[in-house]
């Protein structure tokens, strides 16, 4: 029996092999639909705006660059909780008391492959196994990972074999590109923020959200980050010193983050059919676009997307205003050659019907966590454990994971 290694990814040494072996590689059933990901000449792409990352290949011994399975991970500190501050000032106002976050190093697994011809060898177990000691020793506290709720082998792997527990059941919500611009909302007015302005808006809003990320100030300057967005009545506010000085009954918020500068995905297996049905519908979008026919991009070729992150918003019409940020991102993504237009929100988001998408194209996440730390609750000592901590509203989707 051939021996296989894992080791530490050389972006030097493994670079072609590593591309080589992941064309090859298809997400989704063997003879149907599937998706492959063009890291577009980076293997670590998708780990490489992480705090913290690593990447293991899995090779076989004799011979010299033949990769047959690769695993990615990286750690940031995240929301795990919240906990009232204990505040000894004497005459301390309620509103004083507000919930402060509680966080914790919380380690990610993405990227997990192993050839067809290698499978059922043990070398996806030992790819993970490897890459929660580095973890352990890179002082995380959990690891958690995400998939397809439907795919029954990796949560068997790591359910069965890993001891992970499900976790959350997020969405995935698509929206496809259209040739035809669309129209925005009437009586609404789209204010861009500041990097600084929207780590205010955030930490605000968002902090005591599961899995947001203490260094939110990294991400929304990352030039990854096409920007964040307010939307308010148009009768309202016109900057955001006036909103935060008194914020509208309603408004709602959310960045943009260009992950077709990352990677490019492409759909494969494809019926000529819905091929052609789909073709048909872009050139009269495109030639006819006063029809304002929903029309498919092409997917059967690659193609990049917009992800939308740190949904948030309140009062009574921030769906509506959340409906006429997607359609200016969606717009954002004509301009930028998009062929998708993403988001990832808790199965309870208040916000999720102010999300349009296609069902279709949509699908459901599993995540699941375990606990790596042998001590008692966290190294703030507020929360307990995590992974039996129930879901709440909403969750803070990280762009550099996705």
């Known amino acids: 029996m051939e021996e296989v290694v894992i080791r530490k990814y050389d972006e030097v040494r493994d670079r072609e092999g590593v591309e080589s072996f992941e064309r090859k590689c298809e997400v989704g ?3 149907k639909t599937s998706l492959l990901t063009d890291s577009m000449g980076d293997p ?3 780990i490489r705006h992480s705090p913290s990352s690593m990447m293991l290949v899995a090779e076989v011994r004799g011979r010299e660059g033949e990769i047959v399975g690769v695993v990615r991970g990286c750690i940031r500190t995240v929301t795990c909780g919240r906990k009232i501050p204990r505040n000894g000032r004497i005459g301390c106002e309620e509103s004083d008391n507000k919930p402060v976050p509680v966080f914790t190093k919380a380690a990610y697994i993405l990227g997990l492959r192993v050839s067809p011809a290698y499978r059922r060898k043990g070398i996806g177990l030992q790819l993970v196994t490897l890459l929660e000691l580095w973890f352990r020793d890179s002082g995380a506290e959990y690891a958690y990972m995400a998939t397809d709720r439907h795919n029954e082998a990796c949560l068997g792997l790591f359910t069965r074999r890993l001891d992970y527990v499900k ?3 997020p969405t995935v919500l698509v929206h496809p590109v259209h040739a035809h611009q669309l129209r925005l909302p009437s009586g609404v007015r789209i204010l861009r923020l500041s990097s600084s302005d929207a780590e205010s808006l955030y930490r605000s809003n968002l902090s005591t959200v599961d899995f947001f990320p203490r260094d939110i100030d990294a991400v929304l300057s990352n030039r990854l980050t096409l920007g964040t967005f307010l939307a308010v009545p148009s009768s309202s506010v016109t900057d955001f010193a006036s909103f935060s000085a008194a914020p509208p009954p309603s408004w709602a918020a959310l960045s943009v983050w260009n992950a077709g500068d990352v990677y490019k995905l492409q759909v494969k297996g494809l019926p000529r059919a819905k091929l052609a ?11 006819l676009p006063w029809l304002r026919i929903p029309s498919v991009p092409e997917i059967s070729r690659p193609f990049g997307g917009l992800f939308l992150y740190g ?3 309140e009062g009574p019409d921030s769906a509506a205003l959340m409906r006429g940020l997607c359609r200016w991102a969606h ?13 990832e929100v808790a199965f309870c988001e208040p916000l999720r019907e102010g999300v349009p998408h296609w069902a279709r194209m949509s699908f459901e996440d599993m995540w699941c966590i375990k606990r790596l ?3 008692e609750g966290y190294s703030d000592g507020e929360v307990g454990d995590w992974t039996k901590s129930p879901p709440g509203a909403s969750i803070f989707v990280d762009p550099r994971e996705v």
């Open 331 to 343: 717009n954002l993504g004509r301009q930028r050659g998009a062929g998708v237009v993403v988001a």
């Open 277 to 287: 049905v789909a073709r048909a519908s872009r050139l009269l979008d495109r030639f």
């Open 44 to 46: 670590m792409c998708r």
């Open 29 to 31: 059933p063997s003879g």
């Open 167 to 169: 976790f959350r059941t």
């Open 373 to 375: 730390s042998g001590g």
């Open 311 to 313: 949904l948030t918003g």
